[in-house]
């Protein structure tokens, strides 16, 4: 199925730039080759495609998301990974459909639901338990994963007003092409450390195709056939992908609390996955 191809491709995100940071490679090497082998092949994807681009102020507006949201939301969940588990990383950041939906309460005057008030309370209990045993390992990787989730969320609720202008694939493209200005711009001043390794080089091309490119189009056509709701409750299967694999492969191990709240967060976004959700690119 599409989406939980989408799913596991994300999941193993967290692997992938494990293997090119031990391989001597910086965060800012591994950003921008990310960003520059999907604006690449996303690009040809419209090409050959034939699709139509967006023109205008939507065109600033989706590049704008890519250079400040994106950008962002990348530095903070990467640099997570530099300081925290894979497995606590994914799980902070799977806070962030709460936290749409309570920017979206705010800000669009969505209304909250007893269902939606449920899954606040559960999402809440479930970060308490997730973070409470690493509070004291991992402070700064808790703070950069819960940042990557704040900024998502405003990332998905700006998205809710481009997105559908431009169509999911034109807007991926663009956001990635700005995610790709912000880190050309920082490369020139400063130069990225590149892998010294052929694996670390492996594991920056599948951050680029396998994580980023395949993810995105597996995730376009199974929300095509599925709709948004069945998509988010799919999409849950991420973060169980990057515990399951950090575990086996990485040899991270959670608490009895940490795997309850990840449970706990899970069944929060699955109820919220069935209130209207809304429209966004994947990460």
Same mark, same amino acid.
Not at 37 to 48: H, P
Not at 86 to 113: D, F, G, H, N, R
């Given at each position: 199925?599409?989406?939980?191809?989408?799913?596991?491709?994300?999941?193993?995100?967290?692997?992938?730039?494990?293997?090119?940071?031990? *391989?001597?490679?910086?965060?800012?090497?591994?950003?921008?080759?990310?960003?520059?082998?999907? *604006?690449?092949?996303? %690009?040809?994807?419209?090409?050959?495609?034939?699709?139509?681009?967006?023109?205008?102020?939507?065109?600033?507006?989706?590049?704008?998301?890519?250079?400040?949201?994106? $950008?962002?939301?990348?530095?903070?969940?990467?640099?997570?990974?530099?300081?925290?588990?894979?497995?606590?990383?994914?799980?902070?950041?799977?806070?962030? !459909?709460?936290? +749409?939906?309570?920017?979206?309460?705010?800000?669009?005057?969505?209304?909250?639901?007893?269902?939606?008030? %449920?899954?606040?309370?559960?999402?809440?209990?479930?970060?308490?338990?997730? %973070? &409470?045993?690493?509070?004291? &390992?991992?402070?700064? &990787?808790?703070?950069?994963?819960?940042?990557?989730?704040?900024?998502? =969320?405003?990332?998905?609720? +700006?998205?809710?007003?481009?997105?559908?202008? $431009?169509?999911?694939?034109?807007?991926?493209?663009?956001?990635?092409?700005?995610?790709?200005?912000?880190?050309?711009?920082?490369?020139?001043?400063?130069? !990225?450390?590149?892998?010294?390794?052929?694996? &670390?080089?492996?594991?920056?091309?599948?951050?680029?195709?396998?994580?980023?490119?395949?993810?995105?189009?597996?995730?376009?056509?199974?929300? $095509?056939?599925?709709?948004?709701?069945?998509?988010?409750?799919? =999409?849950?299967?991420?973060? +169980?992908?990057?515990?399951?694999?950090?575990?086996?492969?990485?040899?991270?191990?959670? *608490?009895? *609390?940490?795997?309850?709240?990840?449970?706990?967060?899970? +069944?929060? %976004?699955?109820?919220? $996955?069935?209130?209207?959700?809304?429209?966004?690119? !994947?990460?």
């Amino acid at each position: 199925m599409p989406i939980l191809l989408s799913a596991a491709c994300f999941g193993v995100m967290p692997l992938f730039a494990r293997l090119a940071y031990a *391989s001597g490679a910086d965060m800012q090497a591994v950003l921008l080759s990310r960003f520059l082998i999907a *604006s690449i092949c996303l %690009v040809g994807i419209m090409l050959i495609r034939r699709e139509i681009w967006p023109r205008g102020w939507l065109v600033l507006g989706l590049l704008g998301m890519g250079t400040v949201g994106y $950008a962002g939301q990348a530095f903070s969940y990467f640099s997570a990974l530099k300081y925290a588990s894979a497995s606590l990383t994914a799980q902070l950041l799977y806070t962030y !459909p709460v936290i +749409v939906t309570l920017i979206a309460a705010v800000w669009l005057k969505e209304p909250l639901t007893r269902r939606k008030l %449920v899954a606040l309370v559960l999402a809440s209990i479930g970060l308490a338990l997730t %973070v &409470g045993d690493a509070l004291s &390992g991992s402070p700064i &990787g808790i703070a950069f994963g819960l940042t990557a989730a704040l900024i998502y =969320s405003i990332y998905i609720v +700006v998205g809710t007003k481009l997105t559908p202008q $431009a169509g999911a694939l034109a807007s991926t493209t663009l956001v990635m092409l700005g995610g790709l200005l912000t880190y050309g711009v920082v490369a020139v001043v400063q130069p !990225p450390t590149m892998p010294q390794t052929g694996l &670390g080089w492996l594991a920056i091309l599948a951050l680029g195709l396998l994580c980023s490119v395949l993810a995105a189009l597996a995730f376009f056509a199974g929300l $095509a056939r599925l709709g948004a709701s069945e998509a988010a409750m799919l =999409s849950t299967f991420e973060p +169980v992908v990057t515990v399951l694999l950090a575990a086996w492969l990485l040899g991270e191990r959670l *608490s009895f *609390s940490q795997w309850g709240g990840g449970a706990v967060i899970i +069944v929060a %976004v699955l109820l919220l $996955a069935k209130s209207p959700a809304h429209g966004t690119p !994947p990460e």
